[in-house]
């Protein structure tokens, strides 16, 4: 087997005296679909957090296309080829979309990015002179993923980027993150959602209570009794 | 400039350089916070200090080797700088609230060394005089108009290229969402450091010729309420995301001042200054610029 792209390693982050992530570990390789489950406030946005650099794990590694980036901070990270999207929405509000495009595109891109080309990928086309302000929840979404990827990244983190949105919503986005993989572009799917999960990903890894209870595939995931009683709360 | 320059010739009256000397001193404050402000989101209090920094720069200069103006200035320049950059790295790491009471400390602390440093005259201050002639003015008045005008016509120009480039919008992402925009590549404490010692070195530059201007530098004047007040309240009643704001807000508000201070008391100006930045905050918080744009569409 080849050296996996993103590789996590007894990762452990404490907030306090609370530990939100205990001794959790996982392997992406280049070109995967993986998922990320958990009930709320099983520390997934957490796990992205100390993936992509903004916070930093008390105890654990962080290995990126074979280099160790856990010292590195976030800005770094992401012109390595990380790029995360935000669970709620954190646009740029004074800018453009197009403009808010501009900032990863000139900060962390290294070959050059097609902002137009992008919003128009996400449908997003028609407002690329408009604020922020003015965009709907999942217009949101979709500009945070549109602006992850105008890093021009490796490895795509998205964060519950389905939440709230219907199936119809649901279908498109999931289009969208297939057709980029089908790019190349490595992604970890974060989300609450089982259903979404399932069909997207080729690998799912189960966390609870900040630790994984969970690694396989989609099919087993399901089946699996630990993983039942975390979700069903038995 | 050159209209500048013709009129330090052909004005008879000196006061109007002293009045236009303190507005363009205002224009470069003003233009210097909105830098780390109005661009990056980081409330400065503690301009005064940075001010005081190049004022009293300048004072120990003169006091060392009398070296010319242009010398004294850019001394000035580099100790606030400096001072900028040690602050910015101390601080800037907290957010919002933590660095602006930070900035406010130290200029609090900069003001006690002053004030018990008897070779800048402690208290008391030191007197700083200028030399009688100089080739190409009148008097002395009008060079330091002249010199004061060339550094806020400079700040501006800065100002705006920084607003158009690269570094400008990197800095308007910190603004609108530190860890966004550090998640998308760009490195936040660098950046704001880079603010930081920028907005300090222009403060510094605008308190270097002070000296000269009062002639008799003190703790009081050099470390005045009125600077730190309108060091915030220009940009913010002026429009603090663009070059203009800062501009309109020197211009206008340095300019009503200097008509007021005739009359009324110069406490009585601040706290009429404090009251229009309230309201501009609660009612208008893009300033002068925004409302006018907000007219235009
Ligand atoms: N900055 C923080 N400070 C304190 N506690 C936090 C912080 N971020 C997250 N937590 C806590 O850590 C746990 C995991 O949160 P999170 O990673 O957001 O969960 P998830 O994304 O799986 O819903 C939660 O109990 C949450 O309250
Ligand atoms: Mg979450």
Redesign the pocket.
Known sequence: MTEPLLCVENLTKR??G?V??TDVSLAIAEGERLGVI????????????CISGL?RPEAGRVYFAGGDITALPAYRRARLGIARSF?IPRPFRSMTLEQNLAIPRDYAAREPTDADALLAQLGLGPKRGALPGTLTQIELRKLELARALAARPRLVIA??VMAGLSHAEIDEMLTVLLALNKSGITILM?E?IMRAVMRFSQRVVV?DA?RKIADGAPADILADKEVERAYLGA | MAAGYAATRYVANDYYFYAAYIVLQYVVIATAWNILGGYAGYVNFGSAGFYAVGAYTAAILYQLFRPPLVAMIVGGGIAAGIIGLAAGYLTLRVKGVYFAIATLALAVVLETIVNNWDYVGGTRGIYVLHPHQVAGFANYARLLFFAMLVLAVASVVLARSIERSRLGRGLAAIRDDEQAAESAGVPTLRLKLFAATLSGALMGLAGAPFPYYVSHLEPGSAFSLAIAVNAIAMPMIGGATSWVGPVIGAVLLGGAQQIATVTISSILNLLIVGLLLIGFVIFAPEGIVGLIRRLWR
Do not use: C, M, R
């Open positions: 907030f306090g609370f939100a992530l958990g009930p709320n406030g099983a520390g997934k946005s957490t796990l992205v957090n916070l669970q964060d519950e974060i609450h966390l900040g």
